[in-house]
């Protein structure tokens, strides 16, 4: 099974946008449920956004109207607009799969996961 590989981390200021991707190979990730996690230091990872197959989404309230999840099954790659970044935003970005086509918010729901990138907001 291929891992996740996480990318287009940075820094950048607030009111800034920065757009992360997540690659897998294989076809099965065109069919898995993808979703975005964050941690941020000394909290726990938590929901972000994600995105099952046919592109039904959902949102964690501190992110709806400001992060855009998205896919391409024909490239295998899922990606996360970031706009409006706010300071709080600054966490290790990861990226997760699973296998069923029903989003879940919990960590523990996700099978497949990267090994992040970390997105920093400067004040």
């Known amino acids: 099974q291929a891992r996740p590989v996480e990318s287009g981390g940075g820094l950048v200021q607030a009111g800034g946008s920065l757009r992360l991707s997540c690659t897998a190979s294989g076809r099965i990730f065109s069919t898995y449920t993808v979703g975005w996690f964050r941690q941020a230091p000394e909290k726990e990872r938590e929901f972000a956004a994600a995105i099952t197959w046919s592109g039904a989404t959902n949102y964690a309230d501190s992110v709806k109207g400001r992060f855009t999840i998205s896919r391409d099954n024909a490239m295998n790659t899922v990606f996360l607009q970031m706009n409006s970044l706010k300071p709080e935003d600054t966490a290790l970005y990861y990226c997760?799969?699973?296998?069923?086509?029903?989003?879940?918010?919990?960590?523990?729901?996700?099978?497949?996961w990267g090994q992040g990138t970390q997105v920093t907001v400067s004040s």
């Open positions: 997760a799969a699973r296998a069923e086509p029903v989003i879940r918010v919990g960590v523990q729901e996700y099978d497949h």
